[in-house]
């Protein structure tokens, strides 16, 4: 089976990190975002995987162009943004052949059982099966109902509290018979989730949905990528950061440390390649580091990420924010919750921000 990716989008909701670096790529635990999803693919023996790119496009081949993989990587892509229906549209011609295909929005972090997954779409003869999960806030997304054999019944846009009749929503992951496609115009903007699956509701088409158990984070937001990095430090998502343990932190090769490092209080920390960390520096909760940053003497860094090249001034503090590529922050600045900074940013000694 062959496997589709799609990562045409701008990112917007995750800017200014997505300004120099389209989404997909965006280090998670120091490494980029989309090979996690790649490494899911090859554990279950996927042997293809399509990725449908339009932002950036050459960034990818960049960056993927050494995966050393089993996994085979074909890209194509779209001179105009075509939403999720026109991307998997898009890659069609790559398809012939295939009865089934996988789909996967590109900015989800999850551990879907793809066999599990695959036996439920084939067991209900399905047309299109919808991976879903349940979340505890169900206003804050579209919902989707579905009866007690898996078939979808009902669409909900954001619906208020009043109106909730399920928790599940689409996980952003789905299989599709590839005759289906032929519905999807070609060349021209189409959604998925608000054109293609509300018509073949309407058509009463064998429509399934399948509750994937286990983690799921939608990393679109500043928000949600910080939050993706504190759960897997935390072990509340099921992947392992990479680095050699020394108790509670995580070193990269060439990490230096300077006197005085206390333990991190109540979490772990990552520290990228070639990171340096000055004299009495202090990390609280869970923090990753990424390559090549110097954090100065008696900073303070609790449940943050800094991307690499990144350097932090003598006494600064950084709680709950997230800092692009090759910033520079300055003695004593301040940076609190909800902060974001763009790639390049600078920031004077003593400033105060979030």
């Given at each position: 089976?062959?496997?589709?990716?799609?990562?045409?989008?701008?990112?917007?909701?995750?800017?200014?990190?997505?300004?120099?670096?389209?989404?997909?790529?965006?280090?998670?635990?120091?490494?980029?975002?989309?090979?996690?999803?790649?490494?899911m693919?090859?554990?279950?023996?996927?042997?293809?995987a399509?990725?449908?790119?339009?932002?950036?496009?050459?960034?990818?081949?960049?960056?993927?162009?050494?995966?050393?993989?089993?996994?085979?990587?074909s890209?194509?892509?779209?001179?105009?943004?075509?939403?999720?229906?026109?991307g998997l549209?898009?890659?069609?011609?790559l398809?012939?052949?295939?009865?089934?295909?996988?789909?996967?929005n590109?900015?989800?972090?999850?551990?879907?059982?793809?066999?599990?997954?695959?036996?439920?779409?084939?067991?209900?003869?399905?047309?299109?099966t919808?991976?879903?999960?349940?979340?505890?806030?169900?206003?804050?997304?579209?919902?989707v109902?579905a009866?007690?054999?898996?078939?979808?019944?009902?669409?909900?846009?954001?619906?208020?509290?009043?109106?909730?009749?399920?928790?599940t929503?689409?996980?952003?992951?789905?299989?599709?018979?590839?005759r289906?496609?032929?519905?999807?115009?070609?060349?021209?903007?189409?959604?998925?989730?608000?054109?293609?699956?509300?018509?073949?509701?309407?058509?009463q088409?064998?429509?399934?949905?399948?509750?994937a158990?286990?983690?799921?984070?939608?990393?679109?937001?500043?928000?949600?990528?910080?939050?993706a990095?504190?759960?897997?430090?935390?072990?509340?998502?099921?992947?392992?950061?990479?680095?050699?343990?020394?108790?509670?932190?995580?070193?990269?090769?060439?990490?230096?440390?300077g006197?005085?490092?206390?333990?991190p209080?109540?979490?772990?920390?990552?520290?990228g390649?070639?990171?340096?960390?000055?004299?009495?520096?202090?990390?609280?909760?869970?923090?990753?580091?990424?390559?090549?940053?110097?954090?100065?003497?008696?900073?303070?860094?609790e449940?943050?990420?800094?991307?690499?090249?990144?350097?932090?001034?003598?006494?600064?503090?950084?709680?709950?924010?997230?800092?692009?590529?090759?910033?520079?922050?300055?003695?004593?600045?301040?940076?609190?919750?909800?902060?974001?900074?763009?790639?390049?940013?600078?920031?004077?000694?003593?400033?105060?921000?979030?």
């Amino acid at each position: 089976m062959k496997a589709v990716i799609l990562i045409g989008g701008l990112g917007t909701r995750l800017r200014p990190l997505t300004l120099d670096t389209p989404k997909p790529l965006l280090p998670v635990l120091n490494k980029p975002f989309l090979l996690y999803q790649l490494e899911m693919l090859s554990r279950h023996g996927v042997q293809e995987a399509i990725l449908c790119t339009s932002y950036r496009p050459e960034a990818f081949r960049k960056a993927l162009g050494g995966l050393g993989s089993s996994l085979r990587l074909s890209f194509v892509n779209e001179k105009i943004p075509l939403g999720t229906g026109g991307g998997l549209k898009n890659a069609e011609g790559l398809l012939r052949g295939e009865r089934t295909v996988l789909a996967l929005n590109g900015d989800v972090l999850n551990a879907l059982d793809l066999p599990a997954f695959l036996r439920f779409h084939r067991q209900n003869q399905a047309q299109v099966t919808i991976a879903l999960t349940r979340v505890k806030d169900p206003t804050l997304y579209g919902l989707v109902r579905a009866d007690e054999s898996g078939r979808i019944r009902k669409f909900l846009e954001k619906p208020s509290w009043d109106e909730i009749e399920t928790n599940t929503i689409n996980a952003g992951a789905y299989l599709f018979e590839t005759r289906v496609l032929g519905l999807i115009p070609p060349g021209s903007p189409y959604s998925l989730e608000r054109s293609l699956f509300p018509q073949l509701l309407q058509n009463q088409a064998r429509l399934f949905g399948y509750v994937a158990a286990g983690y799921w984070i939608d990393i679109g937001t500043v928000e949600s990528y910080l939050q993706a990095h504190l759960d897997i430090l935390s072990g509340r998502a099921p992947f392992k950061p990479e680095g050699r343990r020394r108790r509670s932190l995580l070193l990269a090769r060439g990490v230096r440390l300077g006197r005085e490092l206390g333990e991190p209080q109540g979490g772990r920390v990552l520290l990228g390649p070639k990171t340096e960390v000055g004299d009495f520096a202090r990390f609280s909760g869970n923090v990753c580091v990424g390559p090549g940053c110097r954090i100065g003497r008696g900073a303070s860094l609790e449940d943050c990420v800094v991307l690499g090249g990144t350097a932090i001034g003598e006494g600064a503090r950084l709680k709950r924010c997230v800092v692009g590529r090759g910033c520079r922050i300055g003695v004593q600045a301040s940076l609190e919750a909800q902060t974001a900074l763009a790639g390049g940013s600078r920031v004077g000694a003593y400033s105060r921000l979030g």
